[in-house]
């Protein structure tokens, strides 16, 4: 930390993220695995991917610590992933990632109704203390992949029509008050129709129940979102930190019964996809 507002690389001296504020207390990513691999000590476990984005500002590593798991009817793989950031871009964070195999969806589970504990740090004087938490978060993971199958499995119990599929798209879409809305753009109507056709016939879909609905929803937002296989990495940055993983977990809470901030339960965004649909 130079002057106690920025952090640099010692490779080429440059600032890496923004600037910080007194009391940032600097965690090295050197730090992170030597703590992740302690906590790992008698646990059988396999580190798959680690990396950086953003200019090394964003950082991550994903481990699996169990085989592959069937939820609603797919062979889904299940991660832990710790994410954090320099320059005060992001906090410590643990969370339980899925990858629907078949298609490499992914979806991370930033909250769960049954965790006790989630490992959340900001980069304070202690953090580096509070870092050894994370074996807790080891423990609470098992609980949040089996809280994940149940969901799934609950999800393709239930039928949904490509009607439905459509109306829930265009409500989840197209937001507000939309009594007065005259007309939809051309740009949201196709990507309700790209998420329909992911429904229909996305990998591992049949569009036939609500386990399909969500993961057109996932296979979107993982690959289509942000520019797509035309620009990977911001495609992958929107996916797993941006708007592409925020609007998959909206996705989840909604088909999983939550009452989400500026979508309303699933039965409102039923109602307002059909008026908008009739816009179009």
């Known amino acids: 930390v130079i002057n106690g507002y920025s ?5 080429d001296m440059l600032p890496i ?4 504020k007194k009391g940032y207390n600097l965690i090295t990513n050197e730090q992170i695995f030597d703590m992740i691999e302690k906590a790992l000590v008698g646990t059988s476990y396999k580190i798959v991917s680690c990396g950086t984005i953003k200019n090394r500002s964003k950082a991550f590593v994903s481990v699996k ?6 939820a609603g ?3 889904t793989g299940a991660l832990l992933n710790v994410l ?5 871009v992001a906090d410590i964070l643990a969370m339980t990632g899925m990858t629907v195999t078949v298609c490499q969806n992914t979806y991370r589970i930033n909250k769960t109704a049954k965790s006790k504990f989630r490992l959340k740090m900001k980069h304070t004087g202690n953090a580096i203390l509070k870092l050894e938490n994370i074996q807790y978060e080891i423990e609470n993971h098992f609980g949040v992949v089996a809280e994940f199958k149940q969901a799934m499995d609950s999800l393709s119990a239930v039928s949904c029509s490509p009607n439905e599929a459509k109306q829930a798209f265009a409500g989840f879409l197209v937001r507000g008050n939309v009594d ?3 007309t939809v753009s051309t740009r949201t109507e196709n990507m309700i129709d790209d998420l329909q056709s992911l429904f229909l016939r996305g990998a591992g879909n049949d569009g036939n129940d609500r386990s399909d609905l969500f993961n ?3 296979d979107y937002y993982s690959h289509e979102s942000a520019g797509g296989k035309g620009s990977r990495w911001k495609q992958y940055e929107s996916s797993e930190f941006g708007a592409g993983a925020d609007a998959k977990e909206e996705a989840y809470d909604l088909l999983t019964g939550s009452d989400v901030p500026d979508l309303g339960t699933f039965d409102t965004v039923l109602k307002r996809g059909e008026k908008v649909l009739q816009l179009i």
């Open 65 to 70: 610590l169990a085989e592959n798991i069937v």
């Open 180 to 182: 007065k809305l005259e």
């Open 73 to 75: 009817n797919r062979d």
């Open 7 to 11: 952090v640099v690389s010692l490779d």
């Open 17 to 20: 993220g923004g600037q910080v």
């Open 84 to 88: 954090w950031g320099h320059g005060g």
């Open 216 to 218: 057109a929803f996932t």
